[in-house]
């Protein structure tokens, strides 16, 4: 068949005899014209330009630059492709009517097509390179396009085509759009002035894309880039190389960032209070404010939904075109009409009737469906992520303004402050995220319905109502799955104090063989907790079965009532397009009741956000209001993430510090000056209206000391607080000499730390200066404890640092207040924590010297009366009013009593001071410091250990394994985590759920069997509904089976593994808990625990549900059309690749989410507890500066995480569009039966809905299978060995009796890959002897004790006791029959007898008589119920001595021969250790008494002193023989310790 342009079928074709532009031919030759000069033009210009530019793949963002109409453009571009489109397909349905090929009907279309595609890569590449003047090009084209668009639409009117015909349609619109992108191209050269003008605009692009560390291009990208997420494709690969981390996602834009965010809510808000401002009865209303601020993005993503919905409707009308045009060619295969020749026009009823026309359609509107409801998802979470940060910001405000009385009385309390930052601005988040749900499905559920109606009658309505009435047990289920939530959360938070007891108290629990006891308690909690998991898992599974069921029994209802009401065949067409109906009609009733909960849930944020928001502020004082609104100016100027940005509001402190040093230095001259606060008739009150402090008039010299003191409670911190502006001012005022009231440096009784380095708490926001840094440090000693930190100064600290002692965080508070640099410093009791030598040191060099010299006004609150002497100043306080304000010789003279008062309890505290003196507090508190730091080497191995894959032993460490590993699946931990479930819950998994899939395809293929019966087959209707019945009510109920074996296994799982893991821990050696951090530990109990219980069976629920059900699609449209497995090799390469691509970022950016959410939480949290301390140091607006920096950074990387989410879904739709494109095309060309067709285009549907599920869940569980490595790596740990090599009957039953203890050449290490810690240790100790054991720290004193008990590794030599070798008992029977007194007092929470007898073996009046040796009889006889008072978590509410004396009775109660005291004086004072002494000598006289001390004196009595040196025995006999030898060891320690 020869080829011609206008047909050789037709003569007439080519004869212009009435007219050139009469011929039809000729029209459309013209129309070329245009398309093939635009391809000539811009062809070599983008040649060069790409050469040139190849460089600029990677567009530079300082180029990125729009021009006027730019979105506009590309839409009009968009809809003209679109046309164009159909305008090829109506050409080419047209010409098959044709005897012979017509090229003029869709040649010029097809060029037209390349055409304007070419259009728009020409434009974006003018556009990134900003060269506007070749855009003329763009211009004359669409000039010429239109004109010869408008002579054919000319034409046509003369021959009286009218809209009937599709060809007059396409040409109209046509003509409008290629109108309309002409206006554009005028407006640029408008608004640009490139050409006709002298001088063409000049152009900057956004301020974000100036600041290279924006790397979000979502706003400013073209609009192609923006629906498909392009620009991601960087990133996502990129993280194929190295993980993403908080650089390579750079910062928000700031359209986006917290601070603009936060002034339009605060805007809002403010408008709303001015409108209820007269109504004293109502409150502003958050819910407006949130609409006025972001109402216009939730408007444009509700429209996006309604869009993509509409558009989801066209999935089913598509499918039931297609199968009903088979239907009719199969029946009118007998008839076929040639066409005449003359009417070529087709009508649109004719063009849709064609299959291919709507297997493309279907594919178009497939492709916009999905880009549309990405868009609405998109917007809505940039529109969330905004209000939380803005939500953030109102709250951290909030905060700083807080009045303290609301915070002491416990009107606000700090957990209430944690759950708006952590869960109310959340649940709103979620809520906006919902929300577009809230009104599209109204409208999706309703339009669905009436296509149901218009398909198959009345008995649409039965399958409708159906869904319907099934609708509020889901609400139900719901509302039921957070309470067993919430019931859950609570039986794991008892749980975890329980471990965390038993983990802090792991010593003594091995040492007393305790373990078990213990153990079984917290193994009820965790049945407890069980048992709320189960009826969790239940509702869970009943949720996932209703998702599943409704949609079955909807169809069984429908059909089956269809079969019997109706006298019509049910018509492949109609099934399967309403089976494709009922499945878009499922999603928004499921969703329905989750929109509703959190609507609930939102509604109730809102009121505790209000209440919150309303609630008392402290009182304005001008000063307070000045420093806040410049720091806020200063803020909104620089929106940096630098650390630097933080110190931008300084220069303003510094002119403030430089005026204040340079009146510093005027000699003084007034006598105002001399007072640098004075308080004036004062009462306050802590806001209960009641005067705390009445009647107070004082005044605080400048640049001197004034004392504060009183007895407890008689307000001398409240005194403080009131001049900070802290109180409520009742009456009377504080007056501040005008210089003074910058900033005071104040440390208040309860340290509060940052979370932050050493040096970050000590400076604290001023400019380091070294030479006083170092002056500082040492005044408060600090020094030595900052040597033992693993990083010196630069070591964490803080909730989540290194936990320090009580001492050592006082002493780093004292010493930023030192540090700044402030006219006047306040110390609110600054001894309290410390020991004697410290405080004289920190007196001596800090106070007299440090702040003496600098003339800096002291404010000093003490109980220490011995430092009074050294006071300019002293106010006396009792009951809430000042007793005497003067100096020393002032009150010397006119208040005798009071001074003799003083003097009496100065000699009682010097008395103490002697005692003390041997009480070195501060080195037991460096002690147990390095005892906490001692294992960091070995602490950082275990923390690498843990993060390695264990495959990978040999280490090969280069880049290519490494990212093996962070590609790879861990498929080695899912089938640990699958097998600890059991088998049989593991094989009955699986074949519920392939049984289940198999009976799903079942029902559908039936379906498609009994619509392709021919009429004749009629009769047979009833075998086939009973048949169609049975399968669904199997469905139905395998549904059940398989969403409760999934969740069942998953139980299973998880009980065996905390079991397991609580049983390897309690079983460690003690080494395992030196060397790892108990956070760690923890973490395995908590957070790890909580994943396996509740976060893993649902993913891999909905991860097989998915993958069975593409698989399953899969199959049956390659049974339907063999042909498309052909195509599905390139789709299934994409998609794996795509799967590969997405884990590994979405991994990165899960971790980044989390890693940067705690900080910000902290924050918040470190923020209420300081408040007084922020507030006194005026470093508001630098707190501030770092909570919008710390919520940004976690935005962004929210913003990354949901951004890629979108990319992956953006590219598994269009994946899943092709499927059902490539699907339709290939039954279209088989042509097969009809009912199979309809079957194969359904599945292809479903795909696309399932395909991102797919990846998304594996995604998911790749991380949460992270939390299962980690319980199984400890779970490879080495237990004890806890069997002996001798039974219990060998062993007599009141072993040890004698007491008789032979050392024989022991050799101990703590493990067989290190140093022994004692070599050939030799000794013997006889029945009853009282030995002492000394030497210096690390001599192995501690290592002997702990051998007794077998807690190390005895490798050579051995213990024998009473005749038995002690490394052949049980280790059980062994620790059992020893007693021990640790250094650290431990007690567990509980009662009194728990805790002196866990076992509950011994009677009454046996633990009385172990109390009253302790003297401790009459203190638990004043506790309410005796014996069964309660003891609070490691024993708080009694003092260390009184617990250290627990510890002994303890002891007593187990009646064994020997007892070995580990140091156990070291921590009380005197008075206490002295009973001590006694008890040990009379109630201990017939037992064998080992004594490690810590003080020698304490062993001075003893029958034999040991004396150790690095593991070796040097000096072993009487102390008295010792102290004889005048240059003995033993002599020199007495003589040093007296």
């Known amino acids: 068949m020869k080829l011609a342009f206008c047909g050789n079928d037709n003569p007439a074709a080519y004869n212009i005899s009435a007219g050139v532009l009469r011929n039809v031919c000729f029209v459309d030759a013209l129309n070329l014209v245009p398309h093939v000069f635009l391809l000539f033009i811009t062809f070599p210009i983008l040649f060069i330009g790409w050469g040139s530019q190849s460089s600029k793949v990677q567009i530079h963002h300082n180029t990125w630059l729009h021009f006027p109409g730019h979105n506009l453009r590309w839409i009009l571009t968009f809809t003209l492709l679109f046309v164009h489109v159909c305008e090829i397909a109506e050409g080419i349905v047209s010409d098959a009517q044709m005897k012979s090929r017509h090229l003029h009907l869709f040649l010029p279309a097809i060029i037209g097509f390349v055409a304007a595609t070419t259009s728009i890569v020409y434009y974006h590449n003018i556009e990134t390179s900003n060269f506007p003047k070749l855009l003329l090009a763009l211009f004359l084209y669409w000039v010429m396009a239109f004109v010869a668009k408008t002579i054919k639409l000319v034409r046509y009117c003369q021959e009286g085509v009218t809209f009937s015909q599709l060809r007059f349609c396409i040409t109209g619109i046509m003509v409008i759009l290629y109108g309309l992108l002409m206006a554009v191209e005028i407006n640029v050269i408008r608004v640009r002035r490139y050409v006709f003008s002298m001088n063409p605009q000049k152009v900057k692009p956004p301020e974000d894309l100036q600041d290279l560390g924006v790397r979000f291009l979502q706003p400013f990208v073209n609009l192609l880039s923006k629906a498909t997420y392009w620009w991601m494709n960087t990133l996502i690969i990129s993280a194929h190389k190295k993980p993403i981390d908080l650089k ?29 401002a007269n109504q004293p009865n109502r409150n502003p209303s958050i819910w407006l404010a949130m609409y006025r601020a972001f109402g216009r993005p939730i408007l444009l993503s509700s429209t996006f939904r309604y869009l993509a919905d509409l558009l989801g409707f066209a999935g089913p009308l598509c499918i039931s075109g297609i199968v009903q045009g088979f239907q009719n060619t199969s029946q009118d295969n007998t008839t076929t009409i040639e066409k005449d020749q003359s009417d070529s026009y087709l009508s649109s009823q004719d063009f849709l009737g064609n299959a291919y026309v709507l297997a493309v359609l279907l594919f178009l509107a497939l492709i916009l469906q999905r880009t549309f409801l990405q868009a609405s998802y998109y917007v809505t979470t940039e529109t969330g992520i905004n209000l939380r940060g803005a939500l953030l910001a109102m709250i951290y405000n909030k905060i700083l303004r807080l009045s303290t009385s609301n915070l002491s009385m416990g009107e606000m309390t700090l957990g209430q402050i944690n759950n708006l930052v952590a869960i109310e601005t959340n649940q709103l988040m979620w809520f906006l995220f919902l929300c577009p749900n809230l009104w599209a499905m109204p409208v999706q559920i309703i339009m669905g319905v009436i296509l149901l109606y218009n398909l198959l009658g009345e008995s649409a309505l039965v399958g409708a109502a159906v869904i319907v009435l099934l609708a509020p047990i889901q609400y139900f289920i719901a509302t039921k799955l957070a309470e067993a939530q919430k019931s859950t959360l609570d039986y794991s938070t008892e749980r975890l104090k329980k471990t965390n007891e038993i983990l802090k108290g792991i010593k003594l629990l091995k040492l007393y063989a305790w373990e078990h006891i213990f153990c079984t308690s917290v193994e009820e909690t965790r049945m407890k907790e069980f048992t709320s998991l189960k009826t969790f898992a239940l509702y869970t599974s009943l949720s996932i079965f209703m998702n599943a069921a409704i949609p079955m029994a909807a169809v069984l209802a429908t059909f089956v009532t269809y079969a019997y009401t109706t006298d019509k065949k049910l018509q492949p067409a109609q099934a399967f397009a309403s089976l494709s109906l009922f499945h878009i009609l499922v999603t928004p009733l499921f969703l329905l009741s989750t929109v509703v909960r959190f609507a609930v849930k939102a509604i109730i944020s809102v009121q505790k956000l209000n209440e919150f928001l309303l609630s008392d502020e402290i009182g304005g004082d001008s000063w307070r209001d000045g ?19 933080i110190n931008r509001k300084q220069p303003l402190r510094y002119q403030l510090e430089s005026y204040e040093q340079s009146s510093r230095r005027q000699p003084r001259s007034l006598e105002i000056d001399d007072i640098a606060i004075k308080v004036s008739n004062g009462y306050f009150s802590w806001g209960s209206g009641l005067a705390t402090l009445s009647n107070i008039n004082i005044r605080i010299p400048t640049g001197q000391m004034t004392m504060i003191v009183g007895q407890v409670g008689c307000g001398k911190s409240s005194l403080l607080l009131a001049i900070l502006g802290e109180m409520q001012t009742l009456e009377g005022k504080v007056h501040w000499s005008n210089r003074n009231r910058y900033s005071v440096a104040y440390a208040a009784q309860k340290p509060w730390l940052l979370n932050a380095t050493v040096e970050e708490n000590i400076t604290c926001g001023s400019p380091f200066n070294k030479q006083r840094y170092k002056t500082v440090t040492d005044a408060c000693s600090l020094q030595p404890d900052i040597d033992l930190l693993p990083f010196g100064d630069q070591t964490e600290i803080g909730e989540r640092g290194i936990n320090l002692s009580g001492g050592q965080r006082q002493r780093i508070c004292v010493a930023r207040a030192l540090y700044q640099n402030t006219n006047i410093v306040f110390l609110d009791d600054p001894f309290s924590a410390l020991d004697i030598h410290l405080s004289d040191h920190l ?25 009074l002497p050294h006071a ?14 003067g100096t020393l010789k002032d009150i010397q003279n006119k208040d005798v009593e009071l001074y003799e008062h003083w003097k009496t309890l100065m000699n009682r505290q010097d008395q103490e001071l002697e005692k003390d003196m041997e009480a070195d507090q501060t080195s037991l508190e460096r002690k147990t410091l390095r005892r906490a730091m001692y294992p960091r080497e070995s602490k950082a191995q275990l923390e690498d250990e843990d993060e390695e894959e264990e495959e990978e032993e040999d280490e090969d460490d280069n880049m290519s394994t490494v990212m093996r590993l962070r590609t790879k699946m861990p498929w080695k931990t899912c089938w640990r985590y699958l097998t600890s479930g059991g088998f049989f819950l593991l094989f009955l998994m699986i074949f519920s759920k392939l049984l289940k899939h198999s009976v799903i395809v079942a029902i559908d293929y039936w379906l498609a069997r009994w619509t392709s019966l021919d009429e ?37 799982a998880a009980k065996n593994l905390h079991h397991n893991l609580l049983n390897k821990i309690i079983l460690g050696p003690i080494r395992f808990f030196d060397m790892t951090p108990l956070g760690l530990i923890l973490n395995r109990f908590s957070a790890d625990t909580n994943i396996i219980d509740q976060h893993i069976p649902p993913t891999l629920e909905s991860l097989t549900r998915s993958t069975l059900l593409c698989l399953s699609a899969i199959g049956i449209i390659s049974y339907a059309t063999p042909w498309f497995l052909v195509a599905l090799v390139p789709l299934g390469i994409a998609f794996y690749f795509i799967q590969k691509y997405f884990r590994v970022a979405s991994k990165d950016l899960q971790e980044l989410d989390d890693s940067t959410q705690l900080p910000l939480l902290c924050h918040f949290s470190e923020t209420a507890e300081g408040l007084t301390t922020i507030r006194a140091f005026r470093h508001e607006a630098r707190f501030k500066q770092r909570m919008l920096e710390l919520t940004d950074t976690n935005n962004i990387a929210y913003l990354f995480l949901s951004a890629a989410n979108r990319w992956l879904e953006v590219r598994t739709d269009y994946l899943g569009a092709c499927i059902v494109l490539t699907a339709a095309v290939a039954s279209i060309k088989e042509g097969p039966k009809s009912g199979f067709v309809g079957l194969g285009l359904l599945y292809a549907l479903t795909i696309t809905n399932y395909l991102n599920w797919v990846v998304r869940n594996l995604a998911d569980l790749e991380v949460q299978m992270g939390a299962v490595k980690k319980v199984n790596s400890f779970l490879n740990m080495e237990s004890e060995n806890y069997d002996g090599t001798l039974d219990a009957s060998q062993i007599p039953k009141d072993w040890p009796q004698e007491g008789e203890i032979k050392i024989e050449d022991l050799c101990v290490r703590y493990e067989n890959n290190l140093k022994p810690v004692l070599k050939h240790v030799k000794a013997y100790i006889k029945p009853g002897q009282k030995v002492g ?35 052949k008992l049980p280790l059980h029977t062994l620790r059992s029959r020893l007693s021990i007194i640790l250094q650290d007092p431990v007690l567990f929470s509980g009662s009194i007898r728990f805790n002196l007898d866990p076992e509950c073996k011994c009677t009454d009046d046996r633990l009385w008589e172990a109390l009253e040796i302790a003297q401790l009889k009459n203190l638990v006889k004043s506790l309410p119920g005796g014996l069964d008072a309660m003891v609070t978590e490691g024993g708080e509410n009694f003092s260390v001595g009184q617990r250290q004396l627990f510890c002994l009775a303890r002891a007593f109660v187990r009646k064994s021969s020997i007892l070995i005291m580990d140091e156990a004086t070291a921590s009380i004072d005197m008075a206490t250790e002295n009973i001590l002494q006694k008890v040990v ?42 102290l004889s030898q005048e240059n003995g060891i033993f002599a020199s320690f007495v003589r040093a310790d007296m």
């Open 843 to 867: 007196m001596q060099e800090g106070i007299l010297k440090f702040l003496q010299e600098d003339k800096r006004t002291l404010v000093l609150v003490t109980h220490k009366l011995q430092y």
């Open 872 to 885: 300019d100043w002293i106010i006396a306080m009792k009951d809430g009013m000042v007793l005497r304000e």
């Open 248 to 276: 390579a996602i750079g910062k928000l834009p700031i359209a986006m960032r917290a601070l603009t965010n936060y002034v339009c809510l605060k805007e809002a808000y403010e408008e709303q209070k001015k409108k209820v």
């Open 1016 to 1052: 004749k087959h009629k009769e047979d209707e009833t075998y086939y509904v009973a048949r169609f019945s049975l399968l669904c009510g199997a469905g139905i109920v395998l549904c059940l089976i398989t969403s409760l074996t999934v969740e069942w296994m998953g139980l299973t």
């Open 627 to 645: 420093c806040s609104s410049v720091a806020y100016e200063s803020c909104k100027k620089h929106t940096g993430f630098h650390p630097k940005a």
């Open 1481 to 1522: 000598m009379t109630a201990f006289a017939d037992r064998t008494v080992v004594t490690i001390a810590h003080r020698v004196h304490t062993i001075l009595t003893a029958d034999l002193v040991i004396v150790m040196k690095r593991g070796n025995i040097l000096e072993y006999d009487t102390p008295e023989n010792l």
């Open 1333 to 1367: 054991i000394c030497g210096r720290t690390g001599s192995g004193k501690s290592s002997l004790s702990l051998a007794f008990f077998r807690m190390v590794d005895i490798f050579d030599g051995r213990i024998v006791i009473d005749g038995i070798d002690i490394s």
